[in-house]
């Protein structure tokens, strides 16, 4: 009989933890992420007015309250204090992703803002949806979830995305304090915070264990003159955009690749062919269905 559990894949990262179980970047998010035995997380921070480095993606609280029955929030992340932010109710319903890719998942878009979070499917409008769970989730501090993984039975890797200016100082040396050191890799999509945190590195150094991540999306000429100048320990590259080839050249620089999202089977057969160390997904529970039912 095939042992479903004997997973040797590229590591499966949750997409700002497992969002079927809680809305992104929660609490509930997290722990469905590690109850589901996936390798990795992946999570975003931003910086309140009092300098409060907490787990969250938009800058603002507009989507992540769409459909309180309060009428939710538009304030901005950065203008409120963690005080105030903590006391943010952020709804379950219509905020969680089903079990299963939406069609034309290929499409980034669609595969990261399926209707479903965005309250559109016919017959679940918000209201209804709130009558069938009323269920609130709350942001959490950086500081708050180191404690949580410091408390985890396993190892678990965390990608943790700057989304902000001026974090890099911040994170860092809170970095330098936190037991799990080791279990982060701290990177950014944006180019300026990318430059800003490896800046910091090359100034003050960082803390022992720390990894150093870029999400550059293309290998091109002008990245591969950059990357030798950088401490990087991987790189996200966009689903569909590199081969094997770009592989072997990142990797003879001593640096592993990720795959950004690309929830949809006929990437993840090319994907686990082309040497990727782990690969970021909305829908990790559906990937290893489809990786079981294939090895």
Not at 55 to 72: E, K, Q, V
């Amino acid at each position: 009989m095939k042992n479903v559990n004997a997973y040797t894949g590229p590591q499966r990262f949750a997409h700002r933890g497992l969002v079927q179980a809680a809305p992104e970047n929660t609490l509930g998010a997290f722990q469905g992420a590690v109850d589901g035995g996936y390798e990795g997380i992946e999570i975003d921070v931003q910086m309140t007015r009092d300098g409060e480095i907490v787990i969250a993606h938009d800058s603002n609280f507009t989507r992540m309250t769409l459909g309180h029955p309060d009428g939710g929030s538009n304030r901005r992340i950065r203008d409120l204090t963690w005080d105030e932010i903590q006391k943010i109710e952020l709804p379950y319903a219509n905020h969680l992703l089903s079990e299963v890719p939406p069609e034309h998942s290929e499409i980034q878009l669609l595969a990261t803002l399926p209707k479903l979070v965005m309250g559109q499917v016919e017959g679940r409008d918000y209201e209804t949806a709130l009558a069938e769970d009323g269920r609130m989730a709350h942001l959490m501090r950086f500081s708050d979830f180191d404690a949580w993984l410091a408390a985890q039975s396993r190892s678990i890797t965390v990608e943790v995305e700057v989304k902000a200016p001026g974090l890099a100082g911040p994170i860092l040396e809170l970095l330098s304090r936190s037991p799990n050191t080791g279990s982060y890799i701290l990177f950014s999509g944006d180019p300026v915070y990318v430059e800003e945190m490896q800046a910091a590195v090359r100034k003050n150094g960082k803390p022992t264990g720390l990894r150093m991540g870029a999400n550059i999306r293309r290998l091109t000429e002008e990245t591969k003159r950059m990357i030798p100048n950088m401490d990087l320990f991987e790189v996200g590259l966009n689903a569909d955009a590199f081969t094997c080839e770009d592989v072997r050249w990142l990797g003879e620089h001593g640096i592993h690749v990720f795959s950004n999202l690309g929830d949809y089977p006929d990437w993840w057969e090319k994907m686990v062919t082309r040497g990727v160390l782990g690969f970021k997904t909305n829908y990790a529970a559906a990937y290893t269905n489809w990786w079981n039912s294939r090895h």
